[in-house]
């Protein structure tokens, strides 16, 4: 029997579509039968008609489509009825911001969902293909940069005129993962001189590569700057404090800032302050692409351009869906090459194995239990376990010694207090 994929019709706030015409007709072509909720594409520029041409189905009832899908797309968290409406055991497949959305989660466990979260997906070769966060935040850098160039009252290139020359825009990128190397990258094309800071050492030859200057202080020995995934990581104390004052005096200089930096399952890090911000010349122009995170400054507000002393603050919410027909293009084939990867050819079904590196990193709900690593709260419960333990030895009066070896533990905490720092994303 055929697997049965929905397509789900996002909310008002959100203009991009899990799939598109393109990949409708790939699915369809593995022998996936499609719906599409009606209208789900159109804040991207597909329209129904499209969907039909590819082989989808049109429905307007999608909880009763839900019913009856084996697998579900959506580029934000489905609704509680959508989640409610949907099989047990179906495969949920979205960005699905489990960190901050706990409950929701919650309720995929209830419902016997497999939820798999695709921002999560890990950085390896083989998934490439499917990592959201780099195709939508390729679209953010690039955006981030026109909607600074909007904002500013000035021209980014150097400019020789009879009347004199026109000096060329100062930008500043705070974090140079794939958006903040696109914003580089853009920036560049259009005349400004470009400067960025990253706490990973590696990111250095990036930003050169694209013609920037890299400003970064002396890191901690031997760390450099990043997880085992690729992932900026919270820096030392001493290092945010070296770091603060480097970019204070370099931000005072600038044109327009550009702040990426994101830690995965972590409030966004503060990179600017207030009084940084209120050290920037009149005029000039901030961009927070982390806002939905908390903002790498905190006077950001999300959704709104503000001003602070004469500096504005740009802080748009989705970004990658002011650009919706091209970023539910790239999102519509991360998810296909996802399923592609797991989806059995010959008995034309799909085979999740949860062994695999790429499930073990995004799935979230199995078996009507919350199974990632990250989100599983058991560690904590066996630690209460242990303490009635300790209660059977006070027969013997040597007791209290033995409560002084089980302050070992608490010596591990200044331990874990090193790891805070930084980083972007």
């Known amino acids: 029997m055929a697997v049965s994929l929905t397509v789900l019709k996002e909310a008002t706030r959100e203009t991009r579509v899990a799939a598109t015409p393109e990949t409708v007709k790939k699915m369809s072509a593995l022998g996936i039968s499609v719906t599409v909720e009606a209208g789900a594409g159109a804040a991207s520029g597909f329209t129904d008609a499209a969907y039909k041409a590819a082989g989808a189905t049109l429905t307007k009832a ?30 949920l497949i979205a960005t699905l911001n489990p960190y901050q959305n706990g409950p929701q989660v919650k309720s995929y466990a209830a419902a016997k969902i497999q939820a798999m979260s695709m921002e999560l997906m890990p950085r390896i070769t083989r998934a490439q293909s499917m990592d959201v966060l780099s195709s939508q935040s390729n679209l953010s850098g690039y955006k981030a940069v026109l909607d600074a160039t909007h904002e500013y009252g000035r021209a980014l290139p150097m400019m020789m005129t009879a009347a004199g ?23 560049k094309r259009l005349g400004a001189i470009v400067s960025a800071t990253d706490v990973r050492r590696a990111a250095a030859e990036q930003v050169e590569s694209l013609g920037g200057t890299f400003v970064m202080v002396e890191a901690d020995e031997d760390d450099s700057g990043e997880t085992a995934g690729g992932y900026a990581k919270e820096m030392s104390a001493d290092y945010k404090k070296r770091q603060a004052a480097l970019v204070t005096e370099h931000i005072a200089k600038q044109d327009i800032v550009i702040c990426t930096a994101l830690i995965p399952g972590r409030p966004a890090p503060e990179l600017v302050t207030k009084k940084m911000l209120e050290g920037m010349k009149p005029g000039s122009v901030l961009v927070d692409l982390a806002v939905e995170q908390g903002g790498n400054c905190r006077l950001s507000k999300m959704g709104t351009i503000t001003e602070h002393k004469g500096v504005k603050l740009v802080a748009h919410e989705n970004v990658p869906g002011r650009l919706a027909g091209n970023a539910s293009e790239l999102y519509s084939r991360n998810l296909f090459n996802f399923l592609d990867a797991f989806y059995n050819k010959d008995k034309k079904s799909l085979a999740l194995d949860w062994e695999d590196e790429i499930i073990a990193g995004i799935g979230l709900t199995q078996n009507g239990k919350v199974v990632h690593p990250a989100l599983v709260t058991k560690p904590a419960a066996k630690a209460d376990k242990k303490k009635p333990a300790a209660k059977k030895k006070p027969s013997a009066k040597k007791a209290p010694a033995k409560k002084a070896a089980a302050k070992k533990p608490a010596a591990k905490k200044p331990a874990a207090k090193k790891a805070a720092a930084k980083g972007a994303k």
């Open 62 to 91: 999608v909880s009763t489509a839900l019913k009856k899908s084996d697998v579900v797309m959506g580029v934000r968290a489905p609704s509680a009825a959508n989640v409610k409406a949907m099989k047990a055991n179906a495969v």
């Open 165 to 187: 020359t026109i000096p060329a825009a100062r930008i500043f990128v705070m974090g140079a993962g794939v958006a903040g190397l696109q914003a580089i990258a853009t920036a």
